[in-house]
C-alpha cells in the first residue's frame, strides 16, 4: 500500500512539472508576441492631430462623432452635419489613423486574443487534468492552482489589444498638458475655441461640458474595410467639418 501511495505521488509531481513548465513556455512565447504585436510602429506625437482623431483613439466612432459636434456648437456656425455627413468623417477618420499607425489594426487585434486563447487552452487542459487526477485519487491542490494562474494569465494576454503601447503613453502625456481642459477644472470651452472643445471631448468625453451631452447619441458607428495606405481627408475629416 505505501509503495502505491509513493507511486501516486511520483505520477502527480510529474503531472504537475510538466503542467508548470507548459504554462511557462506558453505564457513567455505569448506575451513576447503579444509585446512585438503592440509595441507600436512609431513614436507618436499626440500633437499633430486634431481633436476628433484623439476622440477616434480613445473613445471610437461615436466619440469622434462628439467631437465633431463639439466644434461646431462652441463655434456657433450655425452648421450641423447630419448623419450621414458624420458617418462619413469618422469613416475617413478611421482610415486615415489605421494608415498613419495609430490604431491597432482589426487583424492585429485578433492576434493578441489569439495569444489569450493559446493561454486559455492551457488552462482548459489543467483543468481537464485536475479532473483526472481527482478522479484517480491523486492530490491536485498544485495543479488546481496553476490552472488558475493560467485561467489569469490568458486574461491578461487576451485583453486590452486594440491600442499600442506608445500610443497609450502619448495619451497619457498629452492628458497632463492639457489638464485646463478636464472636466473637474471646469474649462471655459467657448473661450478656449472650437479645435480645445473636440480636443476636451476627445480626451476626457462629452462629459467635460453639460452642454455636450447626447452630442452623437445617435449616431450609428461605420462599417469600414481596414487601410493599409494612405487616405484622404474630404468630408468632414481633418479638420472636424471646419469650425
Known sequence: EAAVVAAVVVVADALVWTYAWLIVVTAAVCFGVRWNLLRGPHRPDATALDGERVAFITGGPKRAAAAILARHQIAGDGVSPDDAELRTAVAEIRRDLLATGWLVPEKRQA?????????????????VATLVSMADGRPVGALAGLTAGALVLAVLAGSRGNRYRSVRRE???????????????RPALVTYGPAAAALAV????????????GL????????????TTGAGCGGCGCGGCGG
Open 111 to 127: 492576434q493578441v486574443f489569439f495569444c489569450g486563447m493559446a493561454l486559455a487552452y492551457v488552462a482548459g487542459a489543467g483543468f
Open 171 to 185: 495619451l497619457r502625456r498629452l492628458r497632463g498638458a492639457t489638464g485646463h481642459l478636464a472636466p473637474a477644472a
Open 216 to 227: 452623437a447619441s445617435g449616431i450609428e458607428e461605420p462599417v469600414e474595410e481596414e487601410a
Open 202 to 213: 476627445g480626451l476626457y468625453g462629452v462629459a467635460v461640458d453639460p452642454g455636450f451631452a
